[in-house]
Nanobody
């Protein structure tokens, strides 16, 4: 069993900042990629940012220059620093980990989601 637990999120005014964190635990052998996705009401889930075990990052164009993803491989955690937030960033944010379990099965795992609301 693998669990991803998110923290952070909440309500912030436009231009403000929030930090999301996610910790993975359980029967983990190796985490390949960690990342954040978001889903706004009535829209499909979309990629926000990902980071590899080697530190390579990938960002959605809409968040480049405003969001920063970071990772602690020793602690199996990933964080997302969100600055200059806009109302269009309002969504439920989900943590994702693509990993190998100790049973040597590779799969995607998701957190329960955390709400981010940006008021104008």
């Amino acid at each position: 069993q693998v669990q991803l637990v998110e923290s952070g999120g909440g309500l912030v005014q436009a231009g403000g900042s929030l930090r999301l964190s996610c910790a993975a635990s359980g029967s983990i052998f190796n985490i390949v990629t960690m990342g954040w996705y978001r889903q706004a009401p009535g829209k499909q889930r979309e990629l926000v940012a990902t980071i590899s075990s080697g530190g390579s990052t990938n960002y959605a164009d809409s968040v480049k220059g405003r969001f920063t993803i970071s990772r602690d491989n020793a602690k199996n955690t990933v964080s997302l620093q969100m600055n200059s937030l806009k109302p269009e960033d309002t969504a439920v944010y989900y943590c994702n980990a693509n990993l190998w379990t100790r049973a040597l099965m590779r799969d995607d795992y998701w957190g329960q989601g955390t709400q981010v609301t940006v008021s104008s």
